[in-house]
């Protein structure tokens, strides 16, 4: 395997890795704030595994000693409530999210041909088309994305997201081969 047939594969993965992390930050971007209540009042800890008692950690540990009532040793890290209402989806997640639900539709009906293929040149055929939707969803969010950067004013954020998008649909050329002389042995 070539490193151009390598970094070739690789750059699709990466970048769905970017959008999903993206795809996170707008969620939380858009959800208004919410009233964490008093300073004062220390958040909850539940019970979970109990941070290791290591030098690193005693800052951490010292915090949630701090934040739990006398007698009491800490338990775990703070979390939201169990009786925490779902957050709501924000525009731009259901756009995201109509996307990757699309993908999901195609990438079911490709797998239930792959289970049933007669040979392996059609599983290999079927598993082509497989990459090509992901590769195709992959683009598709980020269309989106670069859509949505550019209607919030952010220009500059779009540009660079548009230029990841003509990298995969065009990657640059890898160096042309070129003929060498065969080694010749030296004793």
Known sequence: M??????NRTWPTLYLALTLVLAAA?????????AQGSP??????EA????????EN?????????????GQAPTGIPSEPANALPRPETPRMKTLNAVLA?????????????????DATAALEIQREIERVKQQTEI????????????AGQEEQAVAIEAAIGEMMSPRPVGV???RPAPTENR
Do not use: C, Y
């Open 2 to 7: 070539t490193l151009s047939h390598t970094r």
């Open 26 to 34: 707008v969620a939380q971007a858009d959800e208004p704030a919410k």
């Open 40 to 45: 004062a009042t220390p958040a909850p800890v």
């Open 48 to 55: 979970g595994p109990a941070i290791p008692d290591l030098p």
């Open 58 to 70: 005693q800052a951490e540990i010292e915090a949630l000693k701090a934040a739990q009532p006398a």
């Open 102 to 118: 699309a993908q999901q539709a195609q990438l079911v009906v490709l797998q239930d041909r792959l289970s049933t293929a007669p």
């Open 140 to 151: 598709d969010l980020l269309t989106a994305q670069a859509r949505m950067a550019r209607e």
């Open 177 to 179: 081969p070129q003929d």
